[in-house]
């Protein structure tokens, strides 16, 4: 049904979550993040939101990842029929995948990185986006693109793709909150959407704004005037 990445990047200080489902709106149903508190992912055949919201919650109080999703699962009886990743601003991560899940279902945990996936072609599918992730020199987003499009190559969601979704949450530059919510190509379509943030002239006016970094960030007057009258 779903795949999904979440990592942390330790010398940056960056979070950056990935998923792709052979559904709708893949990006507003799984992920959440927030800088100051680490990254959620909450999947599977009956993914709950409050899940999602709750763990996340949960790390921004302080909570270990760990702690964070034995809080949300342990009292849920319909626990059996999702899977949450949770990774903390420590790089801690934690899984679960229910035991009713729809195979291929599982998740692998390492320190800063967690993957998982539920109705997936193979195990492959899993362990290919930790492979690829972790052998790509590039920035966290696009180890993330990288790391989805092996998991497709190695048979992805066995349904096919619908939606993909990507965010990134880095001290120096803004949320980028990617989603592609209904396409035949949607990594093809996220790619192309995260190569257009990366360019001029939307990439010019994101280096405008408010940063975790640097909150009362704002344009340089001198350069708009010179662009004005230039």
């Not at 709106?25 to 709750?54: A, H, K, M």
């Not at 949770?86 to 320190?111: F, I, K, N, Q």
């Not at 109705?119 to 989805?148: C, H, N």
């Amino acid at each position: 049904m779903t795949f999904s990445i979440l990592a942390f990047d330790e010398k940056s200080g960056g979070f950056a979550a990935a998923s792709a489902t052979g559904n709708l709106c893949v990006g507003g149903w799984v992920l959440r993040g927030n800088i100051d508190s680490g990254l959620v992912s909450s999947q599977g055949t009956s993914p709950s939101t409050f899940w999602r919201d709750e763990a996340l919650r949960a790390m921004r109080m302080g909570a270990d990842a760990a702690t964070a999703l034995a809080q949300v699962v342990e009292p849920d009886t319909g626990k059996g029929f999702r899977q949450l990743l949770t990774l903390d601003r420590e790089g801690r991560t934690a899984g679960h995948t229910g035991d009713r899940s729809l195979p291929y279902a599982g998740h692998e945990c390492a320190p800063n990185l967690v993957v998982g996936g539920n109705m997936l072609a193979k195990r492959e599918v899993v362990d290919a986006m930790s492979a690829t992730f972790m052998a790509t020199d590039a920035s966290l987003g696009e180890r993330l693109l990288a790391a989805l499009g092996a998991a497709r190559a190695a048979g992805g969601d066995y349904r096919g793709l619908m939606s993909a979704s990507l965010l990134c949450l880095t001290p120096e530059r803004p949320p980028l909150d990617l989603r592609i919510d209904s396409s035949d190509d949607p990594l093809g379509d996220l790619r192309r959407l995260y190569d257009q943030c990366n360019s001029s002239p939307y990439k010019d006016w994101l280096d405008e704004v408010p940063v975790a970094e640097d909150r009362h960030r704002a344009p340089d007057l001198e350069k708009l005037e010179s662009a004005k009258t230039g």
